[in-house]
């Protein structure tokens, strides 16, 4: 099975560095195949077939915590799952220079359509869709400040979340579906 691991607050702000190669080893270690990381910011599609996705979280944050001497969150999502929320996004939803658009991938604690009452959400400047294990956000980058997402920051639901831009998010499917 294909996978993504999503490490959330990895490489931010000079916080938990960790270095892209030694992580591909830290993986290898644990007996994940065809590693390969995209950017720097904790974003690792490997191949596994004798653990659940439960069983590779609970590996994964140990060995990088064994390797690296700090503790990471984990999160693990299938090709399929990838595949999904790739398709959910729209084409024109992009992130460039007049459009912010990102992916919240959840974790188990707030994955389901409610979610979206946890989010301020203004009609006239935000786009918010939830979907099977994220939310997807878009804002016009002239009325980011304004959009009441950012008051999630510093939340539960915030803690509980790792977020890739909608660019990240389609390399990485490209990525697993090549593989």
Known sequence: MIYVALLRGI???GKNRVEMKRLKETFERISTTDVVTYINSGNIIFKDSK???QQLVTALEKAIEQDFGFG?????????NIAAVAKALSDTWVNDGTMKCDVMFLWEKY??????????IKPDIDDVIYVDGAVLWRVD???ASRSG????????????????NSNTLRKLNNIMQEL
């Open 51 to 53: 653990r659940t996705e």
């Open 11 to 13: 490489n931010v702000g």
């Open 72 to 80: 990471v969150k984990v999160l693990v999502r299938n090709a399929k």
């Open 111 to 120: 994955d389901n359509a409610d979610v979206i009452n946890e989010f301020t």
């Open 149 to 164: 997402l950012m008051k999630i920051f510093g939340t539960d639901l915030y803690a509980h979340m790792t977020i890739r």
């Open 141 to 143: 980058r002239k009325n």
